[in-house]
């Protein structure tokens, strides 16, 4: 306000300076009136005009400051005073008022700033993009929002700290490209390209890159937001290999694709399609009316079903026939539906169609050309002297592909000359003459096929018109064989009968009226029947066939083969009764003696195949054994698995409690030896199936006894007596000790079961020296020297004949449901046959039965077991766990960790082989399961020996991989379930000593 008055009293300055020297004068007196005027207007008047003129200079920038201060208070704040380049109060002024007012304006702009940064960061932060800020060199970042880490796969202080690492991790085949870009550029743009981060995955990004300039325009920063694209790239790749896809398999299609309007004219049709169906291009038919390719006679019938097709019904398989561009017939089979637009508008109909031309007349030829089945049939055009059509006999009979048939003519295949002399082209045209006259002509003639030969047949010919054009159909029938065997038969009668009387085969030969004309020795001897009794005799008298299953007659294949005039099949079960009543089974089959289209008689060929059905048997149920063998090895290796953790768990849970709950710790005491239990159960499954470890140890079958009997009385009704009778001299096998007791128990408990009443129940033993001829009877299979035979025997209800033969079959029992799995005897037979030993059995219903196993004997001397109390060794370093089932991972897991040592787990062998890639040098031993995804245990092994060829393994599985000699398994083996003093031991021997304090294990309490 100070700078205001000082203002205003300058601007009033001359004005009162003057207006007091007018004043001044006026007092002094002048001295008349006029003195005084013109005293005014000489010095008064211009003073006042220089007081006018000062006040004006003044007051005009001061109306100026006024109006700038109004503007300034109402919130204007690009308002300036225009400034001058003195040094007066007013341009003091001026400038001060200015200052002010950008005061105000920075104060504005940093508050709204500070707004829009906020704004901005929150912005930034939360979109799936990443925005950046740079310096226009692009050598120092001022801002990343966090999506940068994520795309990036960086942290944001490396981007700030290394900003060339945004170029770094560009692919190589883009970063040049992306480098000159923007160096040429530095402004907007817009740039895709490929990124790989540090854990190597592969992004396609795309940034976007602007100036950010300053309030004259121009630019002093670079801004830019990257966002992830891959999956719009591989959106993209598919969307265009699918319409790649789409567009090959329309134009590629033999079938017509369409689409008319709703007016009737063609809007789309396939080139390939439209080229072999009607022989037109697209382009000669887009915008024609569909009407128009119609056959006059179905116009009206498919305009109509086209109508019914736009009210909505679908069309299929739709049966027409449409005009080619060169006037010829094309039968189509049509499907078809309407095409609507969003709002339900009809545009038109789609369809496909298939060009069924080809199939209709191979239809039609077909059933002309099976009239005759058996003969060969061509279908001969008289105009280009070629065949048309054939059927298969035909290529057969002339040895020629169908496609090079179709291209030949009678002449092609046949010799030069028939047999008479005559020219064949001669002899063709008279006969294709002749019928042409109307008359059917049969005779002999001479073909010769594509190899050569010649082939002698009897043809017939008719005239067959078809469709206006004159065609032949031609039957030719191959008689080579039939002018043979009439030779045959005139010129080797004796020789044929030497033949048969000399063959190991059964023959019977009659004549059409089936009365006997031949007989070999082998026949006589089947029927009970001389020849001199059989010759002239009724054969159906002679050879009596019933069927096995129903015992009832059989039909004589005699008749069957006069009836049939063909083959009659073998036949494999049926049963020949004899003249004296006995009965065999055989195997026969029947064959017509031919001379044309006559049989003549019937040859008839059997054979005795009562052993060789009986090796049938056998043979399958060897196989019904080794199926359900194999069902049982894929049960037990599961089983085991979970009898694995349950085990380990247990042990786990004695050592904790052990201390401070012994009651408790029984408890895990008593599941651990019932899981020992179910792991014996589990061991007889894999014996079953031939994959369990099959120990091999001296064994004393005295000992098995014993053993049995002592559990035996705990599960045998005491009304039953137990007798045993040991007088084996030597009665040690080798073999496995388990698996042997099992089979004797399970001879025992069949024995309880077939004396409900009660009984006597012996177990013997007695030596047996085994000859040669012994081993070639019943106890076939066994080796000649000395055996031990140990026989169980009871006085129970006994086995009838029908149901011993299935006994030890598979699932087979005559127990009630929930008696018995019938898996019993079958687990003995395996046990034996893994023994080389041999199972008998002696029974008759309400005599009891006695089954005798057969074992050879052994004089190695025995092994003393391991106790199965040791203590479990502790240990130190780390090894690697590989198994795919997680209850055994964990539960492994923590006994390796028990034992003191350090576990790295994986759950395939995929896994395994990263982490020994990485941390193989820390890793002391792998314990590695066999049956895993992926990779199984055996090529897992050979991946790690490549990484390792010194790395030491111990393979956990219930397999026997010992036996199959690979090489791979030479580490060392441990069955599942296994115990934590077994596992202890195992690793401590391949590691190569152990720890000299020990853990007790529940065994020992």
Known sequence: MKLFSKLLLLTLLPGALGLGVVSTISLLGAPTVGQRVLLLVVVGLPLFLCAAIATRAVLK???????????????????????????????????????????????????????????????????????????????????????????????????????????????????????????????????????????GTELWVRTRTFPVCDAQGAPYHLAGITEDITKEKQVAGELRASEKRYRDLVELSHDLIWSVDARGFWTFVNRTGALQIYGYEPAEMLGKPFVDFLWPSVVERDMQTLRKIKSGQKLLNFPTVHRRKDGRKVHLSFNASVVRDDTGKVLGVAGTARDMSSEIESKERYRVLTENAPEAIVLLDVVSDRFIEVNENAVKLFRMPREQLLRSGPKDVSPALQPDGRPSSQLAAEAVAAVMRG?????????????????????????????????????????????????????????????????????????????????????????????????????????????????????????????????VAPHEHAVLVSRDGSESLVSYRGSPISRGRDVLGVVLVFRDVTEEQAIQRHLRQVQKLEAIGRLAGGIAHDFNNLLCGIMGYAELLYRSLEASDPEQAGFAHTIIKTSQRASELTRQLLAFSRKGPLQSRPVDMHEVVQEVITLAERIIDRRIEIETLLQADSAQVTGDPSQLQNAVLNLVVNARDAMPEGGKLRIATRSLALSEADCRDKLSGLEPGPHVELSVSDTGVGISAPIIDHIFEPFYTTKGVGKGTGLGLSVVYGTLQAHRGKILVESQPGEGSCFRMVLPVSDAEAVERRPSDERALSGHGCILLVDDEEVVRTMAGRLLRELGYTVRIACDGPEALEIYREQGAEIDLVLLDMVMPKLNGRETLRALRELDPEVRVLIATGYDVEAEGDPIFEHGVIDKPFEMNELARRITELLGGGRSDTFPTPLQA
């Open 61 to 199: 920038p001061v109306r100026q400051l006024s109006k700038a201060w109004a503007r300034l208070a109402g919130g204007d704040r690009e308002v300036r005073f225009p400034e001058s380049p003195g040094q007066d109060a007013l341009a003091g002024l001026g400038r001060s008022f200015n200052e002010l007012a950008d005061k105000l304006q920075n104060a504005r702009t940093d508050g709204a700033l500070s707004q829009s940064d906020a704004t901005f960061r929150q912005l930034a932060e939360t979109i799936d993009a990443v925005f950046w800020l740079a310096n226009l060199k692009k050598d120092k970042l001022f801002y990343v929002s966090p999506a940068g880490e994520t795309i990036f796969g960086l942290p944001c202080e490396r981007l700030y700290e290394e900003p060339e690492r945004l170029l770094q991790i560009c692919h190589p085949e883009d970063r040049e490209k992306l480098s000159h870009s923007l160096i040429d550029q530095g402004g907007l743009a817009e740039h895709e390209y490929r990124i790989t981060r540090p854990d």
């Open 439 to 567: 008359t059917t002509q049969v005779f002999e003639w001479m073909h010769r096929d594509a190899e050569g030969r010649e082939v002698l047949c009897e043809v017939r010919l008719n005239l067959m018109p078809y469709e206006g054009r004159q065609l032949v159909r031609g039957s030719v029938t191959d008689i080579t064989e039939r002018k043979l065997a009439e030779e045959a038969v005139r010129a080797s009668e004796q020789n044929l009968s030497i033949t048969l009387d000399s063959i190991g085969d059964a023959v019977i030969a009659s004549d059409a009226a089936g009365v006997v004309t031949r007989i070999n020795p082998v026949a006589e001897r089947l029927v009970g029947w001389s020849k001199a009794d059989v010759l002239g005799q009724p054969l159906e008298h002679v050879f009596r066939l019933r069927a096995t299953e129903t015992a009832l007659d059989l039909e004589n294949p005699v008749r069957q083969v006069m009836r049939s005039g063909q083959l």
